[in-house]
T-cell receptor, first 107, second 113 residues
Framework: GIQVEQSPPDLILQEGANSTLRCNFS?????LQWFHQNPWGQLINLFY???GTKQNGRLSATTVATERYSLLYISSSQTTDSGVYFC?????????FGQGTRLTINP | DGGITQSPKYLFRKEGQNVTLSCEQN?????MYWYRQDPGQGLRLIYY???????QKGDIAEGYSVSREKKESFPLTVTSAQKNPTAFYLC????????????FGEGSRLTVL
């Protein structure tokens, strides 16, 4: 089945810094989503981005489907950005998740 | 408000007991899913359903059962056959059988004593 790898596994930054999270996938995909899991465990939808570039405030994402990767950019990080960021892709009719990047923003 | 409601949020169970987790959505989505998350890990698919009265096993279906009698509801039963049931369980739904954008409930945390 399709494999999803996220990097880095852990990232610790100071408030105000910028960060780039990467998601590589092993096969062509129909859909790709980025999620933020908050400290209470809830998964918040960030982007639904099978291809192209989208921006939402301080966050933006780019998916290059032909090269099988997606990037999530977070600018001017805030402590509330802390948590785990998951990339998920659709292979054969089901969404497959990466292992996540744990982001810690220190004040 | 439209969304996905999971209950209970926290559940304790003795070994050997079955337990059923509820998932209800009012988004008019066709597809619903159950995922399991262990500490520090990603999400693994247990079961999914693309239409009423039909469902398929995911990657870790052993020890679990589901039903889809109504479009809005997709309950998950954790049976006594599940060897290590303590985990965080997440229900999700999407508008398309081919996986439109996925939306999640708040999760149910099951602890087996």
């Amino acid at each position: 089945g399709i494999q999803v790898e996220q990097s880095p596994p852990d990232l610790i930054l100071q408030e105000g810094a910028n960060s780039t999270l990467r998601c590589n996938f092993s096969d062509s995909v129909n859909n790709l989503q980025w999620f933020h899991q908050n400290p209470w465990g809830q998964l918040i939808n960030l982007f639904y981005i099978p291809s192209g570039t989208k921006q939402n405030g301080r966050l933006s994402a780019t998916t290059v489907a032909t090269e099988r990767y997606s990037l999530l950019y977070i600018s001017s990080s805030q402590t509330t950005d802390s948590g785990v960021y998951f990339c998920a892709v659709t292979g054969a009719q089901k969404l497959v998740f990466g292992q996540g990047t744990r982001l810690t923003i220190n004040p | 408000d439209g969304g996905i409601t999971q209950s209970p949020k926290y559940l304790f169970r003795k070994e050997g007991q079955n337990v059923t987790l509820s998932c209800e959505q009012n988004l008019n989505h066709d597809a619903m899913y159950w995922y399991r998350q262990d500490p520090g890990q990603g999400l693994r698919l247990i079961y999914y359903s693309q239409i009423v009265n039909d469902f398929q096993k995911g990657d870790i279906a052993e020890g679990y059962s589901v039903s889809r009698e109504k479009k809005e509801s997709f309950p998950l039963t954790v049976t006594s056959a599940q060897k290590n049931p303590t985990a965080f369980y997440l229900c999700a739904s999407s508008g398309g059988a081919g996986h439109g954008e996925l939306f999640f409930g708040e999760g149910s945390r099951l602890t087996v004593l």
